[in-house]
């Protein structure tokens, strides 16, 4: 069909345009004009390709499939402790770096995954306002369980995990991460995901199995939320449970919610603009979130679905606009 | 201690514990049963009258009043931002979907947590003392009598909570409300005057939450309601949510199920297995012990 | 196959709420491509019978099979995989999706292709993806609605969004279609159409079908036998011109004379 062949013709172009993105940006770190502070812009642009990931994995829980987490902030923890856990027990066997980074982020994507898999099967039926209770008070039960486990640091900072984020490295795992997930929404599953968000009882006399869907792309977005915990822990090299807490996980709902529910492109957006604003605007933390409550209650009155909607940028689509435009034009003449 | 000094200790400092949570729930079964939605932002509004009573006493005092009087402004003031919070934020997303009611219930307390960080600041404040009642030796176990005065309080507002609500004309029409608004309506019900007297009583009683919690643990900060709510959130579904007497039984449980962990079995894992339990509940029964299922029409 | 099995058979099919009786002693045979309808006044329990075809509530007296195979403990997917589909009284699209898409989704089952094909774009996802594309076109065009596959349902016009309903429920491969009130809100021309429709999909796709209905006209001329219910029991069986003339049926619509 015409319009099925097309799209592997898109995504050549979109491959060719994130490799000139990339080279852009690793040409302006490489090339001093940002002098001193290039470390520093370095390691912004490098936490928001795991905040990315993290928030483009709740939005597939919350946005695509309609579910409430509020708890996403566990899932990352049980990725970021359980692949420092791997590292630090490989670290003096002579693996090369990059194929201990993969190791590290497969790890902790199926740790969290498994998790993932644990949580959701008997959860997943509630009610979504009882959902969310419980979502948060499964990060809690994590965050409890790994102050108290001697492995995990015993409630102190866990320190000396292996630098492994590198930013190209983090970039290629956001893009390739970031990929699956559209591939995903953009199939049968992402088609039968929204239609349990839009009724799951029409859904169900679909034909759908509505609970295997919904624990499946809960155990896929916590996977992602794993890989981005894992990125995390090997940037930061040290951390503590309590990083992870109610707070955080509250503030990457509000990143997926005001970003667009059901738009990755906001989710991108969303959270690359605002893991740089801690940085810029680190004397006015609380502001921060105060402006984040206010905008997110602004956005759950006047547009529910979120600045960007369910609206997905799409290169080519542009490219075919500016082409009809042309034509138009020349029609014209 | 002797191992008998310690049970009585531990029931009694469980069942205070458990009044505090049971008030807590209180608010928030009653806002659930009338509105369906789950006020995220209870817990907050026990933060503020908690801040509230930080800085009224010290003034009450030296007006030369009785500490405890200040626990009627904390009142006024919980039950102002309440029902500001229920005017300004969920009035206008009322019957967009209990998701859209959820999340700005999120935004409201994230608003009023941040709010007062920057009005209060980070550092933890302590609220004077506010009872000065003697404590009682029973087994060994020291009681202190606002203990019993907590646990007192509790019961009387449940007893005239439900009373209200099964006979008087106003409670009688919160009953109606959620039922059907539409009929309510049409039986001269201003819903939306209910709705925000529900929400007027459920932050009053936020603020006698807030007097019985400092009277017990004279500190606020300003991310104590968060974990409060979430717990007493706990004992609401635990009880039956909508259920007034059920957030009293429900409070109770998970006060003393909290201190008897902490006592007998793990002092650091307490938290853990309090949520473990909720998660237990919800999954086996939904509705709790006294609550109702209702399910969806085809 | 089974040499005459029926498609759907229930047998003393029942449910009772809290001790009152919804559905009481139900019993009907449809065979391949019988179009029966299921009458009675509001309230008389159809939708009901509907709820427990399709797994929405659980028996609790009597079973009903569809070729034979018990279908009382299944879930409403499972149901609908083996062959049991409906529409509902009040409709229940996807709103936000397109009418293409709506389709689609009930074409999952006939989809294999699992994660990694998905992910990775394998051929196998073109080549089932280009096949049920066509496959859904094909359906909405016999529901007259082929322009309309890129409209977003909650913007079709009622009767359209009525028809797409009907071709969701086909795309589900099923032996047995039950439509709950497919005219419901309907103008005559439209019920014409409706009735136009129903006949085309009995011919091309050999289905049985029963068929709540209001719209007597309609019921009349369409089906071949009745089934009236009131009050959740069987007060009359027959065909159309009997139930016409039967005065129990006379009686639970227009009440007793005396009255």
Redesign the interface.
Do not use: H
């Given at each position: 069909m015409g319009k099925l062949k097309d799209k592997r013709w898109t995504y050549s172009i979109n491959f060719i345009a994130i490799c000139l993105l990339f080279i852009t940006i690793t040409a302006i770190f490489n090339s001093g004009v940002l002098g001193i502070r290039t470390t520093y812009i370095k390691g912004i642009a490098t936490t928001a390709c795991y905040t990315i990931i993290v928030v483009a994995s709740l939005n597939l829980l919350t946005g695509f499939m309609?579910e409430?987490s509020?708890g996403h902030a566990g899932f990352m923890s049980v990725g970021a402790y359980s692949s420092a856990i791997v590292t630090n027990m490989l670290s003096d066997k002579g693996i090369p770096d990059i194929l201990l980074f993969i190791i590290a982020l497969l790890v902790g994507g199926l740790a969290a995954a498994l998790t993932g898999v644990l949580v959701g099967i008997?959860?997943l039926r509630?009610?979504?306002?009882?959902l969310?209770?419980?979502t948060?008070?499964?990060a809690?039960?994590v965050r409890?369980?790994f102050?108290?486990l001697e492995i995990t640091g015993g409630?102190r900072t866990m320190s000396g995990i292996t630098k492994l984020s590198d930013f190209s490295w983090c970039f290629w795992a956001m893009v390739i991460c970031i990929t699956c997930m559209y591939m995903y929404v953009r199939s049968r599953f992402g088609r039968t995901v929204v239609a349990i968000r839009e009724d799951y009882?029409a859904a169900a006399a679909s034909g759908i199995n509505v609970t295997f869907y919904k624990v499946l792309t809960f155990t896929i977005s916590a996977f992602f939320a794993g890989i981005g915990g894992a990125m995390y822990a090997h940037y930061m090299t040290a951390m503590i449970p309590t990083n992870f807490n109610?707070?955080y996980s509250?503030e990457l709902?509000?990143e997926v919610?005001i970003g667009g529910t059901g738009s990755l492109t906001g989710s991108i957006i969303g959270a690359a603009f605002l893991s740089s604003l801690p940085e810029v605007m680190r004397q006015f933390a609380?502001?921060r979130?105060?402006v984040?409550?206010?905008v997110?209650?602004f956005v759950?009155?006047f547009k529910?679905s979120g600045i960007f909607g369910t609206y997905e940028f799409s290169l080519t689509g542009i490219f075919s606009k500016l082409f009809r435009k042309i034509k138009r034009r020349r029609f014209i003449r | 201690m002797s191992s008998t000094a310690l049970f009585v200790q531990s029931l009694v400092n469980g069942l205070n514990q458990g009044a505090i949570y049971a008030l807590i729930a209180l608010g928030y079964t009653m806002v659930y049963g009338i509105i369906r939605?789950?006020n995220f932002a209870h817990g907050d509004f026990i933060m503020v009258g908690s801040y509230t009573l930080f800085y009224t006493i010290p003034l009450m005092i030296n007006v030369g009043m009785p500490a405890w009087m200040s626990v009627l402004i904390a009142i006024v003031v919980c039950t102002v931002v309440g029902i500001t919070v229920e005017v300004v934020?969920y009035r206008?997303?009322r019957g967009?979907g209990?998701?859209?009611a959820?999340?700005?219930a999120?935004?409201?307390s994230?608003?009023l947590?941040?709010?007062a960080?920057?009005l209060f600041g980070a550092n933890p404040k302590s609220v004077p003392i506010i009872f000065n009642l003697p404590s009682v030796n029973i087994f060994g176990a020291k009681l202190q009598l606002n203990y019993v005065l907590t646990l007192g309080i509790g019961i009387v507002i449940m007893i005239a909570l439900q009373l209200f609500v099964k006979n008087a004309k106003l409670g009688k029409a919160m009953r109606a409300t959620p039922q059907d608004k539409e009929a309510a309506t049409l039986m001269g019900i201003n819903v939306n005057h209910i709705i925000t007297i529900t929400f007027g009583i459920g932050s009053a009683l936020a603020g006698v939450a807030a007097l019985m919690y400092c009277s017990t643990y004279p500190r606020c900060t300003t991310?104590m309601g968060?974990?409060m709510g979430?717990k007493a959130?706990?004992a609401a579904?635990f009880g039956g949510i909508g259920s007034i007497p059920g957030a009293m039984i429900g409070g109770l449980i998970v006060g003393l199920i909290e201190i008897f962990v902490k006592v007998y079995i793990?002092p650091?894992?307490y938290?853990?297995i309090t949520?473990?339990l909720?998660?237990f509940v919800?999954?086996i029964k939904?509705s709790g012990i006294l609550g109702k299922n209702i399910s969806?029409k085809? | 196959m089974n040499a005459e099995q029926p498609v759907l058979k229930t047998s003393h099919l029942g449910i009772a709420f809290r001790g009152l009786k919804a559905v009481n002693d139900f019993n009907i045979e449809i065979g391949k491509s019988e179009l029966f309808g299921l009458i009675g006044p509001n309230g008389a329990g159809k939708?009901t019978v509907f709820?427990l075809l399709t797994g929405?509530y659980r028996p609790t007296e009597g079973a009903f099979f569809l070729n034979g195979e018990k279908m009382n403990d299944k879930k409403t997917h499972q149901i609908v995989q083996a062959g049991i589909a409906r529409t509902?009284q009040n409709i229940r699209l996807f709103k936000k999706m397109t009418a293409l898409e709506n389709v689609k989704v009930a074409m999952n089952m006939e989809l294999t292709y699992s994660l990694c094909p998905a992910i990775l774009r394998l051929p196998s996802y073109w080549k089932q993806e280009s096949e049920i594309d066509g496959k859904a076109r094909e359906l909405l065009s016999l529901v007259n609605l082929g322009d309309k596959a890129d409209v977003v349902a909650q913007n079709l016009p009622y009767g359209q969004q009525r028809r797409l309903e009907i071709a969701r429920a086909l795309a589900t491969g099923m032996k047995l279609l039950l439509l709950d009130e497919p005219a419901a809100g309907m103008n005559p021309t439209e019920t014409e159409e409706l009735l136009e429709i129903i006949n085309v999909i009995r011919k091309k796709l050999d289905i049985s079908v029963l068929l709540i209905e209001h719209d007597m006209s309609l019921v009349m001329k369409i089906c071949e036998k009745i089934q009236v219910i009131d009050y959740g029991e069987t007060i009359a069986f027959g065909k159309p011109d009997e139930i016409a003339n039967n005065s129990k049926v006379i009686e639970a619509y227009l009440g007793k004379d005396n009255e």
């Open positions: 309609g409430f509020l008997p959860t509630l009610r979504g306002d009882y969310a209770i419980v948060i008070a499964f809690e039960i409890v369980t102050c108290n409630g009882i109610f707070s509250a709902l509000t919610i609380n502001y979130m105060l984040y409550s206010v997110l209650l759950m009155i529910p | 939605m789950i934020a206008p997303v967009a209990s998701m859209t959820l999340i700005t999120l935004a409201m994230l608003f947590e941040n709010l960080m920057i991310d968060s974990m979430l959130f706990i579904v793990a650091g894992w938290e853990a949520y473990s909720l998660i919800l999954i939904p969806e085809v | 939708t709820n929405v509902f």
